[in-house]
């Protein structure tokens, strides 16, 4: 998975004889009338209202808005019944991340091997805001093979790719080390004057409660920054590798 597996989307029983065998997407278009959107929205919201987005939850449904099937799951992964796994070909499947990432490895197998018309997944606090993300085949285009979306996915998401990636950080984001350099700075000063009893014992009890503070918000805005970089580094990357596999991806903002 390349350190990407936020989602498991495995069908329960025995995998496919077929498949690695590539997916036709089938006829009419997705979103082709008001009143599918207004289902599709409700479907989703619906996921939301039930999990709190607290464990995923995966509704199939067909292109004019009828769910055919619906499944409960955990934190990372919800498993799909062989019947329901069936039910995904030539139709649509919703999920949400709890996390609000965008697809995962496991996310575009299952896309790949069920022959879903489209993929979706509900990130109501991702890096572009509440939105779902998607992926299709283009118009005229087929799903991949799972041994080439695979092979695909490693060439795209590999070490090299990980290994930059605070680089990557550092250079969108340059005054993060500088606040972090400043706060070690102003810790290691305080320990000093306290050492050379510039400061006595309460004067450095308060500053140094005041220092943690500000060293906790640092890294509290920190993680939220980074954690928000990595799912839009993830879906930057992803975007570039669906084009180079005729596929659709991108995001739509969550009624």
């Known amino acids: 998975c390349q350190g990407f597996c936020y989602c498991v989307l495995d069908p329960t029983g025995k995998a496919s004889k077929k498949i690695d065998a590539p997916v036709k997407e089938p006829g009419a278009k997705v979103g082709a009338s008001s009143d599918f959107l207004k289902k599709q929205a409700q479907i989703e919201n619906s996921i939301l209202r039930t999990?709190?987005?607290?464990?995923?939850?995966?509704?199939?449904?067909?292109?004019?808005?009828?769910?055919?099937?619906?499944?409960?799951?955990?934190?990372?992964?919800?498993?799909?019944?062989?019947?329901?796994?069936?039910?995904?070909?030539?139709?649509?499947?919703?999920?949400?991340?709890p996390n609000s990432s965008p697809f995962s490895f496991n996310d575009l197998l299952m896309a790949t091997d069920a022959g879903a018309k489209?993929?979706?997944?509900?990130?109501?606090?991702?890096?572009?805001?509440?939105?779902?993300?998607?992926?299709?085949?283009?118009?005229g285009k087929i799903w991949p093979s799972t041994a080439?979306?695979?092979s695909k996915y490693q060439q795209t998401f590999n070490q090299r790719w990980m290994r930059d990636g605070e680089k990557r950080f550092n250079d969108k984001f340059p005054d993060w080390i500088k606040i972090d350099d400043i706060q070690k700075d102003k810790i290691g000063q305080l320990k000093i004057d306290f050492m050379d009893k510039k400061?006595?014992?309460?004067?450095?009890?308060?500053?140094?409660?005041?220092?943690?503070?500000?060293?906790s918000k640092h890294y509290r805005e920190w993680g939220k920054a980074l954690k928000e970089f990595e799912f839009e580094d993830v879906a930057n990357q992803?975007?570039?590798?669906?084009?180079?596999l005729g596929l659709d991806f991108g995001w739509e903002g969550l009624p």
């Not at 509704?59 to 995904?88: E, F, H, P």
């Not at 140094?208 to 503070?213: E, F, Q, S, T």
């Not at 992803?238 to 180079?244: E, H, L, N, T, V």
Request: no cysteine.
């Open 118 to 139: 489209e993929i979706r997944a509900i990130a109501p606090k991702s890096f572009a805001g509440r939105v779902t993300f998607k992926i299709k085949p283009k118009k």
């Open 199 to 215: 400061i006595d014992q309460s004067t450095f009890n308060a500053k140094a409660v005041k220092l943690n503070k500000e060293t």
């Open 148 to 150: 080439e979306m695979k």
């Open 51 to 97: 999990t709190k987005n607290r464990t995923e939850m995966a509704v199939v449904y067909d292109k004019n808005g009828n769910i055919l099937a619906t499944q409960t799951g955990g934190k990372s992964n919800v498993r799909l019944s062989v019947q329901d796994y069936k039910k995904v070909r030539g139709n649509i499947f919703t999920h949400n991340h």
């Open 238 to 244: 992803m975007k570039i590798m669906a084009d180079d």
